[in-house]
């Protein structure tokens, strides 16, 4: 398996499927992303970063059901794994953990 | 407007995408399309999903390869066994397979080696396109005779006249003296023939690339009686002594060694052995005169770098002028006499059948053409068998390609493994093909076309590059088809039985068989027609007696010593009659020349007269006809002449029997004609038979005629040599049969008689190993048809009849076109000759016939096998 390391990218994709709570397939994903980030990922680079992340384990993937507007195609859900919280959990703790370090005295000289 | 979104990229991303990823990207980018049309309109939609599809292309979307890993070497073994098992299986059509291919190209690789020995001839000389020989040719009334030679002060003429020359050197070769070694403490040491001497100078090595061991090549052979020895030469006079500056005898005259040279390569032909300063013929008349033109003279010249052949040949005509004042004018008064000199590269040295070289081998193109034309012809054979038959094979192991496709093979693996096993067994046979023609060429070809040719494909890359370019071709030709005609089938056909090439293919492999018989045919024809010219030429009447008639060369032309010889052989035991002369009636030498004539009308007549100098026995001992008047008789003057009949209608006689009594004039002398002979042949059938007189001329007489009696040819022999020791003690005695000699004349054609048959017979083998493959593969797949066709009451004569029938139709088809071509060909090949047989019926007859009952007998068996077979074995399963 590939390193546990999470990308900038794929923690915001993996804290999108968190939100999305069960209801979180490519295209509500995207849409989603664009929502509430400004950024507007392409639908391949998603599905690039979400095939990653099934790599790494944090996430899991079960098929739905079809709807008439994709064509017969079905819909793939993921949910965040165990593996998955903790690193998000991790990767929040250690920010603020950082965040914390920094004496208040450099934030205001830099303002 | 369609709502879909682009088909095209679609499908492209059907095409790259893998299975497990296209449902659920599809699905996405489906349903992004349908939101952005609400959004944004359908034309951003579409550009949206044009550069989605496009952006897709990410390592985790595209198709992979097969996820399994495969274990190849134990694939390959399994492949290697089973293609084992079914060569053995099949040992039948492996064994005709290989040994067609081996048998065509080790013949094609004979005459490949062959045809590039010849070409190879002289062509190590470093400056060998600027070198050129210049040769005569006389032309009397129309007709050209051409000699290799020039006169010998042509050498001086042509530095003198031809700008553009950087070297010229003459070589003269008139045979071969003894050479004598005064040893110490010891006998002379005499050697005797076969050494080639050649008179020539120091620029000779100058033109040519000789390399010289000991010697300083600028200096030698300009002083007389100087010699240069070739290397194994020297080890033969001295022993291993060194050889330089000695002094031995050549005849009798005493010469320095000053040079050794590295001996002449195989491939040329100026194959001297020694050379001897032409200074030392200085005194020699021959060295002046203008009027004697001989083969055993060759005069080359070395253009200076940038002259070309042209500008060189628009110089010739300014050597005639060279000639002596009196020469000159006999030309120019005699209009129909010309005398001409013909530039010639050295390239073309060894080809130019109008000459003679020094080698004595002169190859005709047309003859090499007939032998890489028949070469060619072999090998495809050889190589439409091997194709035929591995195509049979194929599509009876269609089955094997059924199971091997359900079990996972992929196409390519299958066609892979068709051609490696293509390759396997044509490697095989080129290795063994080149290994037997090594042999082949060691027992037989050298001894039998005089060659020396040495087979060793590490040695030789034209050899290496022949050999592996067929390689490649057949593995190709005979793995590709059958490789992908089989690998495409579908497994479910394939494993239900059904034979992989279809109609189409079927027809191709006709083609093939048809191709086959074809080639066999035409070289049927050929050899039939070269057999019969032979025959001709050899058994026709040639107008005198050849059998049982002996020549010996005579050493000298005296009187005392013809006497003697006369007075001994009058008593010798089976000795008829015997005639002193010039030469027998054929030969292939010639004297005589262009001559006027005062005819019956009183006009002049120009003839190229040929002139045989006889005593009286000539007519009776070579049994001439008379039509008129007496023979010659024995006189020491010409002041009589015989003639034939052909100079007799020359000089005006419609009925040559008038010519009785007429005088003529030839070389100013003058006398009445006695005698009149029926024509003969004088010279080869090539040649028309011309106008010929016979006189006395006794100074002429280098020829002795035996006619021996038939019952005791041995004791006679014998008899005749001890009168030679008599007569001439110390020279041994030449002599051969007049039917040999005659034979001799065609000795090219019977060589290529004798190869032709061979490889016609070889052709005609191979051929018939490729009908015999496609009978046995007809007969399996046709089993069950037959089966059905006797049960429903066919007799066996039926299914013999229908079966031979369209090998038949095959047959006739391929004689179709090889009888035109064949006539082509041998017709042209006849043209060489003056009397050449006539390609009647009988000869395409012959080839139809033949080629039918070779049909017949090869397709017989295994179609009498079929119809007799019970149709239960073959109808049983299903």
């Given at each position: 398996?590939?390193?546990?390391?999470?990308?900038?990218?794929?923690?915001i994709?993996?804290?999108?499927?968190?939100?999305?709570?069960g209801?979180?397939?490519?295209?509500?994903?995207?849409?989603?992303?664009?929502?509430?980030?400004?950024?507007?990922?392409?639908?391949?680079?998603?599905?690039?970063?979400?095939?990653?992340?099934e790599?790494?384990?944090?996430?899991?993937?079960?098929?739905?059901?079809?709807?008439?507007?994709?064509?017969?195609?079905?819909?793939?859900?993921?949910?965040?794994?165990?593996?998955?919280?903790?690193?998000?959990?991790?990767?929040?703790?250690?920010?603020?953990?950082?965040?914390?370090?920094?004496?208040?005295?450099?934030?205001?000289?830099?303002? | 407007?369609?709502?879909?979104?682009?088909?095209?990229?679609?499908?492209?991303?059907?095409?790259?995408?893998?299975?497990?990823?296209?449902?659920?990207?599809?699905?996405?980018?489906?349903?992004?399309?349908?939101?952005?049309?609400?959004?944004k309109?359908?034309?951003?939609?579409?550009?949206?999903?044009?550069?989605?599809?496009?952006?897709?292309?990410?390592?985790?979307?595209?198709?992979?390869?097969?996820?399994?890993?495969?274990?190849?070497?134990?694939?390959?073994?399994?492949?290697?066994?089973i293609?084992?098992?079914?060569?053995?299986?099949?040992?039948?059509?492996?064994?005709?397979?290989?040994?067609?291919?081996?048998?065509?190209?080790?013949?094609?690789?004979?005459?490949?080696?062959?045809?590039?020995?010849?070409l190879?001839?002289?062509?190590?000389?470093?400056?060998?396109?600027?070198?050129?020989?210049?040769?005569?040719?006389?032309?009397?009334?129309?007709?050209?005779?051409?000699?290799?030679?020039?006169?010998?002060?042509?050498?001086?003429?042509?530095?003198?006249?031809?700008?553009?020359?950087?070297n010229?050197?003459?070589?003269?070769?008139?045979g071969?003296?003894?050479?004598?070694?005064?040893?110490?403490?010891?006998?002379?040491?005499?050697?005797?023939?076969?050494?080639?001497?050649?008179?020539?100078?120091?620029?000779?090595?100058?033109?040519?690339?000789?390399?010289?061991?000991?010697?300083?090549?600028?200096?030698?052979?300009?002083?007389?009686?100087?010699?240069?020895?070739?290397?194994?030469?020297?080890?033969?006079?001295?022993?291993?002594?060194?050889?330089?500056?000695?002094?031995?005898?050549?005849?009798?005259?005493?010469?320095?060694?000053?040079?050794?040279?590295?001996?002449?390569?195989?491939?040329?032909?100026?194959?001297?052995?020694?050379?001897?300063?032409?200074?030392?013929?200085?005194?020699?008349?021959?060295?002046?005169?203008?009027?004697?033109?001989?083969?055993?003279?060759?005069?080359?010249?070395?253009?200076?770098?940038?002259?070309?052949?042209?500008?060189?040949?628009?110089?010739?005509?300014?050597?005639?002028?060279?000639?002596?004042?009196?020469?000159?004018?006999?030309?120019?008064?005699?209009?129909?006499?010309?005398?001409?000199?013909?530039?010639?590269?050295?390239?073309?040295?060894?080809f130019?059948?109008?000459f003679?070289?020094?080698?004595?081998?002169?190859?005709?193109?047309?003859?090499?053409?007939?032998?890489?034309?028949?070469?060619?012809?072999?090998?495809?054979?050889?190589?439409?068998?091997?194709?035929?038959?591995?195509?049979?094979?194929?599509?009876?192991?269609?089955?094997?390609?059924?199971?091997?496709?359900?079990?996972?093979?992929?196409?390519?693996?299958?066609?892979?493994?068709?051609?490696?096993?293509?390759?396997?067994?044509?490697?095989?046979?080129?290795?063994?093909?080149?290994?037997?023609?090594?042999?082949?060429?060691?027992?037989?070809?050298?001894?039998?076309?005089?060659?020396?040719?040495?087979?060793?494909?590490?040695?030789?890359?034209?050899?290496l590059?022949?050999?592996?370019?067929?390689?490649?071709?057949?593995?190709?030709?005979?793995?590709?088809?059958p490789?992908?005609?089989?690998?495409?089938i579908?497994?479910?056909?394939?494993?239900?039985?059904?034979?992989?090439?279809?109609?189409?293919?079927?027809?191709?492999?006709?083609?093939?068989?048809?191709?086959?018989?074809?080639?066999?045919?035409?070289?049927?024809?050929?050899?039939?027609?070269?057999?019969?010219?032979?025959?001709?030429?050899?058994?026709?009447?040639?107008?005198?007696?050849?059998?049982?008639?002996?020549?010996?060369?005579?050493?000298?032309?005296?009187?005392?010593?013809?006497?003697?010889?006369?007075?001994?052989?009058?008593?010798?035991?089976?000795?008829?009659?015997?005639?002193?002369?010039?030469?027998?009636?054929?030969?292939?030498?010639?004297?005589?020349?262009?001559?006027?004539?005062?005819?019956?009308?009183?006009?002049?007549?120009?003839?190229?007269?040929?002139?045989r100098?006889?005593?009286?026995?000539?007519q009776?001992?070579?049994?001439?006809?008379?039509?008129?008047?007496?023979?010659?008789?024995?006189?020491k003057?010409?002041?009589?002449?015989?003639?034939?009949?052909?100079f007799?209608?020359?000089i005006?006689?419609?009925?040559?029997?008038?010519?009785?009594?007429?005088?003529?004039?030839?070389?100013?002398?003058?006398?009445?004609?006695?005698?009149i002979?029926?024509?003969?042949?004088?010279?080869?059938?090539?040649?028309?038979?011309?106008?010929?007189?016979?006189?006395?001329?006794?100074?002429?007489?280098?020829?002795?005629?035996?006619?021996?009696?038939?019952?005791?040819?041995?004791?006679?022999?014998?008899?005749?040599?001890?009168?030679?020791e008599?007569?001439?003690?110390?020279?041994?005695?030449?002599?051969?049969?007049?039917?040999?000699?005659?034979?001799?004349?065609?000795?090219?054609?019977?060589?290529?008689?004798?190869?032709?048959?061979?490889?016609?017979?070889?052709?005609?083998?191979?051929?018939c190993?490729?009908?015999?493959?496609?009978?046995?593969?007809?007969?399996?797949?046709?089993?069950?048809?037959?089966?059905?066709?006797?049960?429903?009451?066919?007799?066996?004569?039926?299914?013999?009849?229908?079966?031979?029938?369209?090998?038949i139709?095959?047959?006739?088809?391929?004689?179709?076109?090889?009888?035109?071509?064949?006539?082509?060909?041998?017709?042209?090949?006849?043209?060489?000759?003056?009397?050449g047989?006539?390609?009647?019926?009988?000869?395409?007859?012959?080839?139809?016939?033949?080629?039918?009952?070779?049909?017949?007998?090869?397709?017989?068996?295994?179609?009498?096998?079929?119809?007799?077979?019970?149709?239960?074995?073959?109808?049983?399963?299903?």
């Amino acid at each position: 398996m590939k390193g546990t390391y999470l990308g900038e990218f794929e923690e915001i994709v993996l804290l999108t499927i968190g939100v999305l709570q069960g209801d979180a397939y490519g295209v509500a994903i995207k849409l989603e992303i664009e929502k509430r980030t400004e950024r507007k990922p392409s639908i391949g680079a998603l599905h690039s970063a979400l095939s990653r992340l099934e790599d790494k384990g944090f996430i899991e993937s079960r098929e739905g059901g079809a709807t008439k507007s994709r064509g017969g195609r079905r819909k793939r859900y993921y949910t965040i794994t165990a593996a998955g919280k903790r690193t998000l959990v991790k990767a929040n703790e250690l920010r603020n953990e950082l965040f914390n370090l920094i004496p208040n005295l450099s934030f205001y000289g830099l303002n | 407007m369609s709502k879909r979104p682009p088909k095209w990229a679609d499908r492209f991303l059907e095409w790259f995408c893998s299975e497990e990823q296209i449902e659920i990207l599809q699905g996405d980018l489906y349903e992004l399309y349908e939101w952005r049309i609400a959004e944004k309109g359908i034309w951003r939609a579409k550009l949206c999903y044009i550069k989605d599809v496009l952006d897709m292309l990410r390592p985790f979307a595209l198709k992979k390869k097969s996820p399994r890993k495969i274990n190849h070497i134990a694939m390959l073994k399994s492949y290697l066994k089973i293609s084992l098992r079914n060569l053995i299986k099949h040992k039948v059509h492996t064994g005709i397979n290989v040994a067609g291919l081996v048998l065509g190209i080790t013949c094609g690789l004979v005459l490949f080696m062959l045809v590039k020995y010849e070409l190879s001839f002289n062509n190590y000389h470093e400056n060998g396109d600027q070198i050129y020989r210049i040769s005569s040719a006389t032309t009397v009334e129309g007709s050209t005779s051409f000699v290799g030679g020039v006169p010998i002060p042509m050498l001086d003429a042509a530095k003198e006249e031809i700008v553009g020359l950087e070297n010229a050197t003459l070589l003269w070769s008139p045979g071969s003296d003894d050479f004598k070694i005064d040893r110490a403490n010891a006998e002379q040491a005499i050697f005797k023939n076969g050494i080639k001497v050649a008179y020539t100078d120091a620029s000779f090595f100058e033109v040519f690339t000789w390399p010289w061991s000991e010697g300083n090549p600028k200096e030698s052979l300009s002083q007389p009686n100087e010699l240069v020895i070739s290397e194994s030469l020297a080890d033969r006079f001295f022993l291993g002594s060194s050889a330089m500056g000695q002094v031995i005898y050549y005849g009798d005259t005493p010469m320095t060694i000053v040079g050794i040279v590295d001996d002449a390569p195989e491939n040329s032909d100026l194959p001297f052995d020694a050379f001897v300063s032409i200074a030392s013929m200085a005194n020699n008349p021959l060295t002046q005169k203008w009027t004697i033109t001989s083969e055993s003279v060759a005069l080359f010249v070395q253009a200076a770098k940038g002259v070309s052949r042209e500008q060189l040949a628009v110089q010739m005509p300014k050597l005639k002028e060279r000639m002596p004042e009196k020469l000159r004018k006999y030309f120019n008064e005699n209009a129909g006499f010309s005398m001409d000199h013909v530039l010639e590269p050295l390239s073309e040295y060894h080809f130019d059948t109008r000459f003679e070289n020094f080698s004595g081998r002169v190859a005709s193109r047309g003859t090499l053409n007939t032998y890489a034309v028949v070469g060619l012809l072999l090998i495809i054979t050889a190589c439409v068998n091997f194709v035929n038959m591995t195509l049979a094979i194929a599509s009876k192991r269609t089955k094997e390609v059924g199971v091997r496709k359900v079990l996972g093979s992929s196409r390519g693996q299958l066609v892979l493994r068709f051609i490696l096993e293509t390759f396997a067994v044509t490697f095989l046979s080129i290795v063994l093909s080149v290994v037997l023609a090594g042999v082949v060429m060691r027992l037989w070809v050298n001894d039998f076309m005089e060659v020396n040719i040495l087979m060793n494909p590490f040695q030789d890359t034209a050899l290496l590059s022949v050999g592996l370019g067929l390689l490649i071709i057949i593995t190709l030709l005979a793995g590709l088809v059958p490789a992908f005609t089989s690998a495409r089938i579908a497994s479910i056909r394939a494993l239900r039985g059904h034979l992989a090439p279809g109609g189409k293919w079927s027809t191709f492999r006709r083609g093939l068989v048809v191709f086959q018989l074809l080639a066999a045919q035409v070289l049927i024809f050929g050899t039939i027609v070269v057999i019969r010219q032979i025959d001709f030429a050899t058994s026709s009447d040639l107008g005198f007696e050849k059998e049982f008639i002996i020549n010996v060369g005579l050493p000298d032309t005296e009187e005392r010593t013809r006497q003697l010889l006369k007075s001994e052989l009058s008593g010798a035991v089976g000795v008829e009659s015997f005639t002193f002369s010039q030469n027998p009636p054929i030969s292939a030498s010639e004297r005589g020349g262009p001559v006027n004539i005062k005819s019956k009308t009183g006009e002049m007549v120009q003839l190229n007269l040929q002139i045989r100098d006889t005593d009286d026995q000539y007519q009776e001992t070579y049994q001439l006809k008379m039509i008129a008047g007496e023979w010659l008789a024995d006189k020491k003057v010409a002041d009589r002449y015989v003639v034939n009949e052909t100079f007799a209608r020359k000089i005006g006689f419609k009925k040559p029997k008038e010519a009785l009594g007429f005088n003529i004039q030839i070389w100013g002398i003058a006398g009445p004609i006695v005698g009149i002979v029926e024509d003969f042949y004088a010279k080869s059938i090539h040649h028309e038979i011309g106008p010929m007189i016979f006189w006395n001329d006794p100074g002429h007489y280098r020829s002795l005629g035996l006619k021996l009696n038939a019952t005791n040819v041995s004791r006679a022999v014998e008899d005749i040599e001890r009168v030679w020791e008599g007569v001439y003690p110390d020279q041994a005695m030449n002599f051969y049969f007049l039917d040999d000699q005659i034979q001799n004349l065609y000795a090219g054609e019977m060589r290529m008689s004798k190869i032709m048959s061979v490889f016609a017979t070889i052709t005609i083998l191979v051929g018939c190993l490729g009908l015999y493959g496609m009978v046995l593969f007809m007969a399996s797949q046709k089993s069950k048809e037959v089966s059905v066709r006797k049960v429903l009451g066919a007799s066996a004569k039926h299914i013999i009849q229908s079966f031979s029938l369209e090998f038949i139709k095959l047959t006739v088809l391929a004689f179709i076109i090889a009888a035109p071509v064949g006539y082509y060909f041998m017709n042209n090949w006849l043209r060489d000759f003056a009397f050449g047989v006539d390609i009647g019926p009988g000869v395409f007859m012959i080839v139809i016939g033949a080629s039918i009952l070779i049909t017949i007998l090869t397709t017989g068996y295994q179609s009498f096998k079929v119809a007799t077979s019970n149709p239960i074995d073959s109808l049983r399963n299903e």
